[in-house]
């Protein structure tokens, strides 16, 4: 099973953004659909957005619409999350992970596999 690691996170003010990326430990991004999480202690995960293998169809949590962009660069085994327009509710640690077959994402945390360590992001004045 493929493992990542996530970077990209930091403090940033709100309003402002950043760029998350995750990168898979070996070859094989392009047979998964590839989501992204975020978690806050204390509470329950959340899917934040997932792609498809092909990166034809993306989906994104409500929350997110309109301020968040997944994308994925397979050459590269990596997918990024670009996140705009941050407020402090949208701090958290987040992580991706990855699911099979990745021609469809899901709605469902259950139906991907373990996520890396995860990045945190701060957002906050």
């Known amino acids: ?8 996170g930091g403090s940033v003010q709100p309003g402002g953004s950043l760029r998350l990326s995750c990168v898979a430990s070996a070859p094989g991004l392009q047979h998964y659909a590839i989501g992204w999480f975020r978690q806050v202690p204390g509470k329950e995960r959340e899917r934040v957005s997932c792609i498809t293998s092909g990166g034809g169809s993306t989906i ?8 968040f962009t997944i994308s994925r660069d397979n050459a590269r085994n990596t997918v990024y999350l670009q996140m705009n327009d941050l407020t402090p509710e949208d701090t958290a640690n987040y992580y991706c992970a990855a699911k099979w077959p990745g021609n469809r994402c899901s709605n469902s945390i259950r139906d991907f596999g373990h996520g890396g360590q995860g990045t945190q992001v701060t957002v906050s004045s």
């Not at 994104?60 to 309109?66: E, H, I, L, S, T």
């Open 1 to 8: 099973q493929l493992q990542f690691a996530e970077s990209g």
């Open 60 to 67: 994104y949590a409500d929350f997110v619409k309109g301020r």
